[in-house]
């Protein structure tokens, strides 16, 4: 039994490693047990045959508010995607240039065929509205879907389906736009203010950064925790760690098993990364492509070695394939995306090969209405806390933010 800490943190994904962050520049004694082998939870880049695979296709927003704090931008080489996107429609990519932050200029391209006036209008009114606004008073407005607020709101048809549902969906993890709206404004706010990255080395360096600042010293990986009772922190290898103070920083899953012996994620969002190498990329520009009609598997695709040329070795590409969901029948979906690959690229993509699939069950946090992103209980239970992305929007951001928020509260009972 060790006793030397003031914080026993479970989980060294973002919410943990922030939370041990913040403990550090107190001097609050804590040490963090993770069951892994890395730090950084759902954000890992595997090198594969010289490729940089991120475990499911993921951005940085600069302008994420907790993520302007804790990282150093500059260190992790953030290279920016296009603003705006290519949808896919009737046999044709159509440009959409940027939405969020120019909606004028933007919106020209929209018209047709797929928005109208009424929807370039919508997009500047709620662009200025949300920009002047606090975030948590978006975070605690009347709530709706996010379907339901674009309805409200006005908007047609058209864009809704060839627009906002595959970008939302891909960010939300799925496609009914079931969200909540909250959820929607707040990413709308911030994709109104920044650009859209990934740093040149994989999105891994963003675990790394913080793990490298807490010293990995104080981090215990392959350490799998089984359950908390009271202060007594119990692992796979029967080994025990008591502290006055313990934080789970586990994805919603796991802090079901730990805290309650049961799982509460059943309907947490699932996703699947299909990633293809070729010695042509596709496209030839640092863009996000969006699938505009309700057909075939694909939600969204991009070619991260336009974006860093770090991710694919010299003379290819990578591809990068998102489908919302996962399939049991892995072959079948491999099929169904290769075939929609075709129809949009043309034979070379026959050529192209597969490199890993990741199947991802707890990638999100679902986050319907009811939601209460600001009042969340952190303390469970008299010195036990909760953190993670699903205490917050499910987000690198809310992961980042509710860490930091727990330990805040844990040196405040200390004073
Ligand atoms: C495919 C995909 C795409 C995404 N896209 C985006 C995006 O574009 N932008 C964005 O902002 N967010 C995105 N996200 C969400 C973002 O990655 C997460 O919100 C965030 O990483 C969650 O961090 P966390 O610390 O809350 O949880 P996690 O990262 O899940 O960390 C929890 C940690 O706890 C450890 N753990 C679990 N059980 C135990 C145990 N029993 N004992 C010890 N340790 C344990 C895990 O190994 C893990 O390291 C995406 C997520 C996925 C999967």
């Known amino acids: 039994m060790n006793r030397d800490y003031q914080v026993i943190i479970v989980g060294a994904g973002l919410a943990g490693l922030a939370c041990g962050l913040h403990l550090q520049k107190k001097n609050i004694p804590f040490i ?21 695979l991120d475990r499911g296709f993921q951005i940085l927003l600069t302008e994420y508010p907790e993520a302007r704090k804790v990282f150093d931008y500059e260190k992790l080489d953030l290279k920016p995607f296009s ?37 370039k209008m919508n997009i500047a009114k709620i662009r200025l509205t949300l920009t002047g606004q606090p975030i948590e008073k978006i975070l605690t407005a009347t709530e709706y879907t996010t379907m339901e607020l674009l309805k409200l709101q006005g908007f047609s048809q058209s864009i809704i ?34 650009d859209n990255v990934i740093p ?15 010293g990995l010293s104080n981090i215990k990986l392959n350490t799998r925790v089984t359950n908390v009772t009271n202060q007594t922190v119990t692992t796979e290898d029967g080994e025990t760690y008591e502290a ?3 934080v789970i ?3 919603r899953r796991a802090m079901g098993k730990i805290l309650y012996g049961t799982d509460l994620s059943e309907d947490d969002r699932s996703v699947t990364c299909l990633y293809f190498a070729c010695d042509t990329a596709p496209i030839k520009e640092p863009i996000l492509v ?30 990068s394939v998102t489908v919302l969901g996962t399939r049991k029948d892995h072959n079948a979906l491999e099929k169904a995306v290769r075939s929609q690959l075709e129809e949009w690229f043309g034979r070379d993509v026959k050529g192209w090969r597969r490199l890993r699939t990741y199947r991802i069950d707890n990638a999100l946090p679902k986050q319907n209405p009811p939601t209460s992103f600001v009042e969340n209980k952190n303390e469970v239970r008299p010195g036990i806390y909760v953190c993670g992305d699903h205490m917050s929007t499910g987000s690198l951001n809310g992961a980042l933010q509710s860490g930091r928020e727990v330990a805040a509260m844990i040196e405040k009972s200390l004073l």
Do not use: W
């Not at 705006?84 to 065929?113: S, Y």
């Not at 939300?172 to 994709?191: G, H, I, N, P």
């Not at 040149?200 to 807490?214: H, S, V």
């Open 32 to 52: 963090i047990l993770e069951s892994s082998d890395a730090p950084g939870g759902r954000i890992r880049t595997d090198k594969v045959d010289g490729f940089l």
């Open 83 to 119: 603003p705006g996107a290519l949808v896919r429609l009737g046999k044709k990519f159509h440009r959409v240039t940027d939405p969020f932050r120019e909606p004028d200029k933007a919106l020209e391209t929209l018209f047709a065929p797929i928005g109208t006036l009424t929807d």
């Open 161 to 194: 389906d060839k627009f906002f549902r595959p970008f939302f969906g891909g960010i939300f993890l799925e496609s009914k736009l079931e969200t909540s709206s909250r959820k929607f404004e707040f990413f709308f706010r911030t994709f109104s203010g920044g």
């Open 200 to 214: 040149a080395k994989g999105m891994q360096e963003l675990p790394n950064q913080l793990a490298e600042k807490l």
């Open 244 to 246: 006055p103070h313990v």
């Open 249 to 251: 920083a586990t994805d």
């Open 290 to 319: 969006l699938n505009g009609e309700k057909t075939g598997p694909i939600n969204n695709l991009c070619v991260p070695s336009n974006v860093s040329s770090d991710y694919a070795p010299p003379g290819q590409a990578l591809v």
